[in-house]
């Protein structure tokens, strides 16, 4: 708060290592952007979203930190006024997924189970394979807990039961029922093979070393329907990558960042190149909840001459090489992490040029990247 009222002259004793990053003009464009944005500012306050800096006007979010003897070293002020969201009471996962249980079982009793003729018992089939494609094959599975997992496959098993029935069942002339559930199927498998084949034509200059040993999931990646990261320029190639334990990707409710099997596995460079940045100081973020940060987190990114390689959200303190210096493939660079825009341990990996993302391809894979394979090197 002090910064954000001190008179420019005085930000250079206060916080030398933001005004020699962002530059002395550059760093007065952002205070008086935030200020004209939310007013004078008032107050700072800490908040599940980050820190809140209230003005007469308004409220952003912020992140900051601070060396020992309280020298601002670092500042990221949100450049959109902040709303306060709307915090609702949740049903306990559970409860959730007994509910959905529930809906399966009566989706199965009230179309397969109940179907008059054997064309129709088709086109629900047909229809329910439909949803088990989106779900399977856009869904990455093993993302999820046990429970829900088992809950989908029961579905499917109590739907697939129903094949005594054909026997004793007229032949049917709901054509248009069939035709309707070939049509979902026949929509679901296209909607899967394009986000599975799809390609960005750009590809790198020579494919890289996979940044990871042992086995891995990929829970975004591919085309647009299956890569949250396609609605960025620069990330539209990216990888998010986690390791799988008992309870799938994510943990138990309440564990500790050291339940998630990906967490503090060690990563090493997937090219030979010059470090452009490097950060080693950014907390982890608790899983589950993102406060506001920087979004890349704690982070290395490499300069290939030919393109610039991204590895993002690394372990506070696991960071090996610093800016300047040149790294070999192979080489050691950190650990997985929590930090940044991240809601469990994950590696997130992205090659650019030209801020254009480029389609990634790994020395050790062979076949297409996307959203619910699984990777062994």
């Not at 089939?125 to 088992?150: D, I, S, T």
């Not at 035709?179 to 599975?196: C, F």
């Not at 890289?208 to 329907?225: I, K």
């Not at 690394?314 to 040149?326: E, N």
């Amino acid at each position: 708060m002090h910064f954000l009222t001190a008179d420019p002259a005085e930000w250079s004793r206060l916080a030398p290592r933001v005004v020699d990053a962002v530059g002395a003009d550059s760093l007065k464009r952002i205070v008086d952007a935030t200020t004209s944005r939310i007013g004078e500012p008032t107050t700072v306050t800490d908040s599940p979203d980050g820190l809140i800096v209230s003005g007469s006007e308004g409220q952003v979010r912020a992140w900051a930190q601070t060396g020992p003897d309280g020298e601002l070293t670092a500042l990221l002020i949100e450049g959109t006024r902040y709303t306060p969201p709307r915090r609702r009471r949740r049903l306990p996962a559970l409860l959730t997924w007994a509910a959905y249980l529930v809906l399966v079982v009566l989706w199965n009793a009230l179309t397969v189970w109940t179907a008059a003729d054997r064309t129709a018992w088709l086109g629900d089939m047909a229809a329910l394979a439909a949803f088990y494609v989106v779900v399977e094959g856009c869904g990455a599975p093993a993302q999820q807990p046990r429970l829900p997992r088992r809950t989908v496959g029961a579905g499917a098993v109590a739907a697939l039961a129903s094949v005594w029935r054909l026997p004793d069942l007229p032949a049917g002339h709901g054509t248009l029922r069939l035709a309707g559930g070939v049509a979902l199927l026949a929509g679901a498998v296209w909607l899967v093979a394009a986000g599975r084949l799809h390609r960005w034509k750009a590809p790198l200059s020579k494919p890289l070393l996979f940044p990871l040993e042992g086995t891995w999931y990929v829970v975004q990646g591919g085309g647009r329907v299956m890569n949250h990261h396609a609605q960025v320029r620069e990330q539209r190639g990216a990888l998010d990558l986690v390791a799988l334990g008992p309870y799938g990707t994510r943990s138990r409710p309440g564990q500790e960042l050291t339940a998630y099997a990906a967490y503090g596995r060690p990563i090493r460079s997937p090219c030979d190149g010059r470090v452009i940045s490097a950060v080693d100081t950014i907390r982890d973020q608790k899983p589950g909840e993102i406060r506001y940060q920087p979004p890349y987190g704690n982070h290395v990114f490499l300069d290939t001459g030919r393109e610039i390689v991204k590895l993002a959200h690394l372990r506070p303190g696991s960071v090996t090489v610093k800016q300047g210096d040149a790294v070999r493939r192979g080489q050691s660079i950190g650990e997985v992490g929590n930090t940044g825009n991240t809601t469990e341990p994950h590696l997130h990996i992205h090659a650019e040029r030209d801020g254009i993302g480029l389609d990634l391809r790994f020395t050790e894979v062979s076949g297409r990247l996307y959203r619910g394979r699984k990777i062994r090197t």
